[in-house]
């Protein structure tokens, strides 16, 4: 999966946010929110790329 920077700096949160998020996610045991991610299609191959939740993605690959 393709991160593409323009979507990962449209909305971008502060490290006070990103804090909160984390410790909800930990707290909770899961991304309660899902991961939005497009997909395109060219010469017969499929890509992906996140769209939404970068910040989840980035907590998630932290804690495995």
């Given at each position: 999966m393709k991160i593409k920077k323009e979507f990962k700096t449209f909305l971008e949160i502060t490290?006070?946010?990103?804090?909160?998020?984390?410790?909800?996610?930990?707290?909770d045991g899961?991304?309660?929110?899902?991961l939005?991610?497009?997909?395109y299609h060219d010469n017969g191959k499929t890509f992906e790329f996140l769209i939404d939740g970068h910040?989840?993605?980035?907590?998630?690959?932290?804690h495995k």
């Open positions: 490290t006070e946010q990103k804090a909160g998020l984390e410790a909800q996610i930990l707290k899961r991304i309660l929110h899902p939005i991610i497009g997909r910040n989840r993605f980035e907590i998630a690959k932290k």
